[in-house]
């Protein structure tokens, strides 16, 4: 096995299968530091777990065995060979073209129902986005050009500095453009845009958005949370949540999260004020040891 690997052309650019009957140790142990595009290895959980001990063993690294593409292919229910090979060819395409994978009916273009706007790119928007991109849906954030947060190892606004951030296993990068966005949300990643005014709304059109700045005065909201003219206009916006916010002028918001923020904070869970926000300035406190429901399940 080893001699016939030998003498192919592996680099960069191929595309390795691993499919043999009982020299799957010997093939992965010779190609898992070739440098190549993709490494897939067709076997049994067990056996992958055996596998990926005897290469730690051999002082192989940890990134070039979490690289290896096992158990193989797209995950279809596929059963004869025909549908196996389908399954492994699919996976290779899809890192071939650097594509998303998926339904094409699920592209974020085209369907917006779980695109999330979270405006804010700090510790506390960190956690919230996490949260709704393992729900499943897809988060856009956007912050200011040079933003100060305090953790800085767990805020996705630190890329906006340059390098890609990482919470939880979770990669935000910064985006240009919507194109960009999209490009990225296409990559599984979460794209953190420069955003203060929260312009990019118009064009991404999300169907939630979260203001997540946590200020403790009004900073002054974009011009589609103001106070619409009509119900109907109102119903066109997007589903809108605030959290912490103390002071809000003419907020219109479909749910407001206060987490023990008040001065006399009720133990147990956080409060979700049902309300439209229309006074000068609204505190929101958790007044009592309940949750009122909202009619928009958002996560």
């Known amino acids: 096995m080893e001699d016939a690997i030998d003498k192919l052309d592996i680099n960069?650019?191929?595309?390795?299968?691993?499919?043999?009957n009982h020299q799957d140790q010997d093939a992965i142990t010779?190609?898992?530091d070739c440098d190549t595009r993709y490494i897939g290895l067709m076997a049994s959980r067990r056996k992958v777990q055996t596998l990926f001990n005897h290469l730690r063993k051999c002082n192989v690294s940890e990134a070039h065995i979490q690289a290896i593409h096992s158990p193989i292919g797209f995950n279809i229910g596929a059963e004869t060979p025909d549908e196996i090979a389908i399954s492994i060819m699919a996976e290779v395409l899809k890192i071939k073209h650097q594509s998303a994978g998926g339904l094409m009916k699920d592209d974020t273009r085209l369907n917006r129902n779980k695109l999330v706007l979270v405006r804010g790119a700090g510790d506390i928007a960190t956690g919230v986005a996490i949260r709704l991109k393992n729900a499943g849906f897809k988060v856009v954030m956007t912050d200011i050009s040079q933003p100060t947060v305090i953790r800085c190892t767990v805020s996705f606004a630190q890329c906006l500095y340059g390098e890609p951030a990482e919470v939880e296993g979770v990669t935000a990068r910064k985006a240009n453009s919507c194109e960009e966005v999209f490009k990225l949300l296409d990559n599984n990643q979460i794209p953190v845009?420069?955003?203060e005014d929260c312009c990019s709304l118009a064009n991404l059109k999300p169907t939630f958005v979260v203001d997540a700045i946590l200020a403790k005065r009004n900073l002054g909201l974009p011009v589609t949370w103001r106070q619409s003219p009509s119900p109907s206009a109102r119903a066109s916006l997007p589903a809108r949540t605030a959290m912490r916010l103390s002071k809000l002028t003419g907020a219109i918001t479909s749910a407001a999260l206060s987490t023990m923020v008040s001065h006399r904070p009720t133990p147990g869970s956080p409060a979700i004020l049902q309300a439209t926000l229309t006074s000068e300035y609204c505190v929101l406190r958790a007044a009592a040891l309940c949750i009122t429901t909202s009619n928009l399940a958002i996560s």
């Open 193 to 195: 845009m420069v955003d």
């Open 12 to 20: 960069q650019d191929s595309f390795v299968v691993i499919a043999t």
């Open 30 to 32: 010779k190609v898992v």
